[in-house]
Antibody, heavy 113, light 112 residues
Framework: QVQLKESGPGLVQPSQTLSLTCTVS????????VSWVRQPPGKGLEWIGAIWSGGSTDYNSALKSRLSISRDTSKSQVLLKMNSLQTEDTAIYFCTVLREDYWGQGVMVTVSS | DVVLTQTPVSLSVTLGDQASISCRSS???????????LEWYLQKPGQSPQLLIY???NRFSGVPDRFIGSGSGTDFTLKISRVEPEDLGVYYCFQATHDPPTFGSGTKLEIK
C-alpha cells in the first residue's frame, strides 16, 4: 500500500529555514519522481519542486534561490529545505507522485513571529 | 513560466446538468515528442488533490466517464456531464510540458 506522509514544524519564525520530510512507503524513490506542492490558506496550488527518480532536481524558478530538495533512499525520505522564510510562505505543503496520484495529507506551515 | 488561465473562476451547477471548465495556456503544451502534458485535478473540501485526467483526455483509474477532457495546443476543456454531489470542489489544470510545471488558478464548482 502506497503512503506518503509529510512531517515538520508547524510554526517557523520569519527569516528562518523550513525543513520538511516526506516519508514514503509502498514504492521506491528510485522508481518515481516525488514533487512538493503547496497551497496558501484559501488559495490555489503551487508546484514547488521535484526530485526525479534518478536523483536530479527541478525547482520553481521563483523559489529556486531559497530551495533545496534531496532524498535519503535508505530511509525512503524526501527532504525539502527552504530558507529566508516570509509570511507568504505560510501554506499547506504536500508531497506527491503526481503521475500516479499518490499524495500525502499535507502539513500546515505557519510563518510567524 | 507558462501561465494557465482557467475560466470561469466559479461555477454553480444544478445536479444532473453539465459543467464546462476552460484552461488556456500562454504557450503550446505539445511537447517535442508529440505528447501534451496537460492534466486535470480535483480538490474536494479538506482533501488532497486527486488526478482526474492526464494527457489531455485520458481518464485516470477509477474516474467516471462523466469526466471528459479535450483540447490541443493552448486551449483545453474539462466537461463534467450529469454533475453529482461528490463533484463539488476546486478543479485545477496542470501542465508539465514546460519547465517549471504550473497549475491553473482553479475553478470552484458549487452545486445549486
Amino acid at each position: 500500500q502506497v503512503q506518503l506522509k509529510e512531517s515538520g514544524p508547524g510554526l517557523v519564525q520569519p527569516s528562518q529555514t523550513l525543513s520538511l520530510t516526506c516519508t514514503v512507503s509502498g514504492f521506491s524513490l528510485t522508481s518515481y519522481t516525488v514533487s512538493w506542492v503547496r497551497q496558501p490558506p484559501g488559495k490555489g496550488l503551487e508546484w514547488i519542486g521535484a526530485i526525479w527518480s534518478g536523483g536530479s532536481t527541478d525547482y520553481n524558478s521563483a523559489l529556486k534561490s531559497r530551495l533545496s530538495i534531496s532524498r535519503d533512499t535508505s530511509k525512503s525520505q524526501v527532504l525539502l529545505k527552504m530558507n529566508s522564510l516570509q509570511t507568504e510562505d505560510t501554506a499547506i505543503y504536500f508531497c506527491t507522485v503526481l503521475r500516479e496520484d499518490y499524495w500525502g495529507q499535507g502539513v500546515m506551515v505557519t510563518v510567524s513571529s | 513560466d507558462v501561465v494557465l488561465t482557467q475560466t470561469p473562476v466559479s461555477l454553480s451547477v444544478t445536479l444532473g446538468d453539465q459543467a464546462s471548465i476552460s484552461c488556456r495556456s500562454s504557450q503550446s503544451l505539445e511537447y517535442s515528442d508529440g505528447y501534451t502534458y496537460l492534466e486535470w485535478y480535483l480538490q474536494k473540501p479538506g482533501q488532497s488533490p486527486q488526478l482526474l485526467i492526464y494527457g489531455v483526455s485520458n481518464r485516470f483509474s477509477g474516474v467516471p466517464d462523466r469526466f471528459i477532457g479535450s483540447g490541443s495546443g493552448t486551449d483545453f476543456t474539462l466537461k463534467i456531464s450529469r454533475v453529482e454531489p461528490e463533484d463539488l470542489g476546486v478543479y485545477y489544470c496542470f501542465q508539465a510540458t514546460h519547465d517549471p510545471p504550473t497549475f491553473g488558478s482553479g475553478t470552484k464548482l458549487e452545486i445549486k
